[in-house]
């Protein structure tokens, strides 16, 4: 019986470890944003995060699509995207983070970044 008991002791904290890491996951942790061609939400995020650019920084971007994106779940809701976007002349991809909590119709632009 004694030599079972480490057994066990080993069995519980991995499985203890899995549930910590798959909760994690749901909150707080990032998670990839699945079929985003299709996802209308996502795009009306991408757009708010660029014309929110524009308005900030005096740019004139506009978005052409999204490459990527991820969520976490906050006090809302987090979305962190890679863009295209061009400027008319060129185009790049930037990263935008947009901070959502739709039962305030809240949004808020917390950075947008060139990736080089």
Known sequence: MAITRP??????????FSSIS????LVGGW????????NHHVAEI???????YDRR?????KLVKVVRGESQ??????YRLVLKATDGSKTQDYQAVVWEK????????TSFTLLH
């Open 46 to 52: 991408a757009d708010y995060a660029v014309s929110e």
């Open 22 to 25: 798959a909760f994690a996951a």
């Open 102 to 109: 739709p039962w305030e119709h809240f949004k808020n632009l």
């Open 73 to 78: 779940v906050v006090a809302g809701t987090n």
């Open 7 to 16: 057994h066990h002791v080993i069995i519980l904290s991995v499985l203890l």
């Open 31 to 38: 998670t990839p944003i699945k079929d985003l061609q299709n």
């Open 57 to 61: 920084s005096g740019a004139k971007l």
